[in-house]
């Protein structure tokens, strides 16, 4: 009787063991099906796939990682944060969920997390220089610049040649503000990869920050050169080219980055003041518009497209552009002199010189401020107040303040 039931348990532990592997090998049929269908484009198909292969064996970590990965380049950094949680409770000590959740983190923007993840990995795993590479872009997206330099500086005595390190290396001299020593880590990157694109543009953007143009304009050229596709060098081209007055060099370049890379902020941002500059008011304003649909917390966009929404008249959408100004940076006396500037135009003196008087508490030197805030004390029959604020604004350097003296103040 016992042998019988011995035999009875050995084969039901069989047919479960059995029904595993079949689940699994399922799932691993399914997971297959999501990537050829991901390789065809079709997100939708290949995210299904992956649910069916989590469904067919829910205990499988690799599924929940695929559709993880899947879900953050879709964007949905939670739902993918979620899935990654589930891998590491089936896995706990795998340092390679740890580096992919990493990842997610910060794309979701939580720096610190991803910080936790890369150090559990290198606890898991000591001895993966990739793995501390990863937590050094950690600590840089923190702005811990400084521990980050130690990071690679040790990664660098591993592995001297390798160009990545150094052009990383030479990425934190250039936050740290010493171009000549950032310029040195990139000729090192240069010479351990002379036909590396990112290396002449990162070796342009030194060269820009050390004011030498025309040796960055040989650096981007050779860049672009190399990679026809590189969107980043046509727009620090661009910026040099504007450097060097050749504006319609310059728009083109803003251009032919912008068809490359249609999600970046800045360089929508850099067109528009080139298109301002070309008094394409109206060009301008739709590419700060599309600037704050990528960044919506992008300041200097918000208060640029305020000036050419002034200029073309529309002070209501001005204006709107102002108070959001404010709301991200309140102490800034650019922005309050521009909503004095709007108040001003509606005849609305009183609210304006307001807002100049904040301005001019911000920055006691803004000669702007101190001009316009002259021109409404005239405005409202206070030539004393005027004549005062021009003068201030005439000694810190307004050219308008010192010609509309000879006009208001010759008593």
């Not at 990995?121 to 000591?126: F, K, N, R, T, V």
């Not at 009183?350 to 030197?365: K, M, V």
């Not at 107040?385 to 010759?410: H, I, K, P, V, W």
Request: hydrophobic residues 45%.
């Amino acid at each position: 009787m016992q042998r019988t039931l011995s035999i009875a348990l050995a084969l039901l532990l069989g047919l479960a063991a059995t029904a595993q592997l079949n689940n699994r090998l399922d799932a691993v049929r399914a997971i297959q099906d999501g990537d050829i269908a991901l390789r065809l484009g079709n997100s939708e198909q290949a995210l299904l796939h992956y649910t069916n292969a989590i469904q067919m064996d829910m205990g499988f970590a690799d599924a929940y990682m695929k559709r993880a990965a899947l879900l953050s380049r879709l964007g949905q950094y939670t739902q993918a944060l979620q899935d990654m949680d589930r891998a590491l409770q089936l896995n706990p000590y795998s340092e390679w969920i740890h580096d992919r959740r990493a990842k997610i983190r910060l794309l979701a923007n939580d720096v610190k997390g991803a910080e936790d993840d890369w150090a559990m990995a290198i606890q898991l795993h000591p001895y993966d220089d990739l793995l501390r590479e990863h937590r050094a872009d950690a600590l840089l997206s923190m702005g811990e610049v400084v521990r980050a330099q130690a990071e690679l500086d040790s990664l660098v005595q591993h592995q001297p040649h390798d160009p990545v390190l150094l052009m990383k290396r030479g990425a934190v001299e250039l936050q740290l503000g010493n171009a000549p020593t950032a310029l040195q880590w990139f000729d090192r990157a240069h010479t351990a990869a002379p036909r590396l694109a990112l290396v002449h543009d990162l070796r342009g953007v030194a060269l820009m920050k050390l004011g030498r143009w025309n040796d960055a304009l040989e650096a981007l050229n050779k860049a672009v050169q190399l990679d026809p596709a590189l969107d980043l060098a046509y727009y620090n081209r661009g910026l040099v080219h504007l450097q060097l007055g050749n504006d319609a060099k310059a728009r083109t370049d803003m251009d032919h980055a912008l068809t490359l890379g249609r999600d970046k902020a800045h360089i929508f941002f850099q067109r528009a003041l080139v298109r301002k500059r070309d008094g394409d008011l109206a060009g301008a304003e739709l590419d700060y518009d599309r600037a704050l649909e990528l960044a919506p917390d992008y300041l200097e966009a918000q208060y640029n497209r305020a000036f050419v929404r002034k200029h073309l008249g529309d002070h209501a959408g001005a204006l709107a552009d102002v108070e959001r100004t404010l709301a991200l940076a309140p102490d800034d006396p650019e922005a309050w002199t521009m909503k004095g500037n709007l108040h001003l135009l509606f005849g609305e003196h009183t609210e304006a010189i307001a807002h100049y008087n904040r301005a001019i508490s911000l920055s006691a030197t803004h000669a702007q401020a101190l001009y316009n805030r002259g021109l409404a004390y005239h405005m409202t029959y206070r030539p004393q107040q005027g004549c005062d604020d021009l003068r201030q604004a005439a000694n810190f350097g307004s050219r308008e303040a010192a010609e509309m003296l000879t006009y208001f103040c010759t008593f």
